[in-house]
């Protein structure tokens, strides 16, 4: 069973090892650990069985999510599934699992940002309900950048 994991900084190095694997120019420990003190920001790493040791051994992380809220506005900072993980619905529910997040905290809407040629990510984005907003030009050394928006449903609270 795949658990979804709140992170903290004691999980730097262990986002960075994931990240360095889903990623051509991976984020270092120290940025990773930097962009989880940015203000408003949070994260989950998917874990798939066993407890999550702050280590890259199994049973271990599976993916992970990073988001940041500022006020009714949110981001995703990176998002991100281990090749042995992929296709089975992980990435739609650790960026379902931000948005919920996000929205519970007071988000409206949420954007993220995506190479054109990053064919699995804009599939996913767009199957959560994110539209393009804008291009980047070039942003990705030479492969544009396009920014997505999804406004967030307000969750429901009982009266
Ligand atoms: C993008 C990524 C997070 C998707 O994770 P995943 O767990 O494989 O995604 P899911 O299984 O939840 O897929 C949900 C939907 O996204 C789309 N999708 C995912 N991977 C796809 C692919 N390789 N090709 C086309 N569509 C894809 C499909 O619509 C899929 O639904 P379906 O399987 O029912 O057809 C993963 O490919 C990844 O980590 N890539 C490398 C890092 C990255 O590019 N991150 C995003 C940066 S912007």
Redesign the pocket.
């Known amino acids: 069973m795949i658990e979804l994991v709140p992170v903290g900084l004691v999980h730097a190095e262990l986002l960075a090892g994931i990240h360095s694997i ?2 051509a120019e991976p984020w270092s420990a120290r940025s990773m650990a930097e962009v989880m003190a940015l203000a408003g920001a949070e994260g989950l790493i998917a874990v798939d069985g066993g407890s999550l040791a702050p280590s890259l051994t199994p049973p271990g992380p599976a ?1 992970l999510v990073l988001w940041r809220r500022i006020f009714d506005e949110a981001e995703i900072l ?4 281990l090749p042995p ?9 650790l960026l379902a699992a931000a948005m919920a997040a996000a929205a519970e905290a007071g988000g409206a809407s949420m954007f ?4 054109a040629d ?4 804009l ?2 984005y767009e ?1 959560m309900g994110f539209s393009r907003v804008g291009l980047r030009k070039g942003y990705y050394g030479g492969i544009d950048g396009v920014t997505m928006r999804c406004q967030l449903s307000p969750i429901a609270i009982d009266s």
Do not use: Q
Not at 112 to 115: D, Q, T
């Open positions: 889903c990623f993916g990176t998002i991100a599934v993980w992929r296709r089975a619905g992980l990435g739609a529910r993220l940002e995506a190479a990053n064919v699995a990510a599939a996913l199957g």
